[in-house]
């Protein structure tokens, strides 16, 4: 088994910016934001003030925290191992992210994730994702 661990408070610290500020502040507090577009409504990944759709106006809203894998990579020759992939939020958009607080050998195409944030060595939170059921208080296991 690899294990690919939560490594709190030991990521590289994203960068600051006037954009962010507000998905870091909500991020502190345990909430995840997205931005969706008030004309075509549909949501993005990474927050833009702009819609990548249609170049309409967007707005912050809270989003679920669940996913699915969509690729991911386990690189095994970093020390820790770490797992790189696409999850596909619940509500629409395809984030770049990393799992963690798992096997690598549970990882799968279309696993079931959830949310968990994480700290970069500055403290500032980051989003990532691991299979749903680890670490659940509902103890909800993912289907097999
Ligand atoms: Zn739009």
């Not at 607080?101 to 994480?118: K, P």
Request: glycine letters at 8%.
């Amino acid at each position: 088994m690899t294990r690919i661990s939560l490594r709190d408070g030991d990521w590289p610290d994203p960068p600051a910016s006037p954009e962010a500020a507000p998905f870091v502040a909500a991020a502190r507090e345990g909430r995840f934001l997205l931005r969706r577009c008030t004309a075509c409504g549909k949501a993005h990944w990474y927050p833009r003030a702009l819609c990548p759709f249609c170049f309409g106006e967007t707005a912050w809203e809270e989003a679920s925290g669940e996913g699915t894998v969509y690729s991911y990579t386990v690189l095994t020759r970093e020390d820790p191992p770490r797992a790189i992939a696409y999850v596909t939020l619940a509500e629409g958009p395809t984030m770049l992210t990393s799992l963690v607080d798992c096997e690598a050998e549970q990882i799968a195409v279309g696993q079931a994730v959830r949310l968990v944030f994480v700290t970069s060595k500055n403290g500032t939170p980051v989003p990532c994702f691991r299979p749903a059921g680890a670490g659940d208080p509902s103890g909800a296991e993912p289907a097999p």
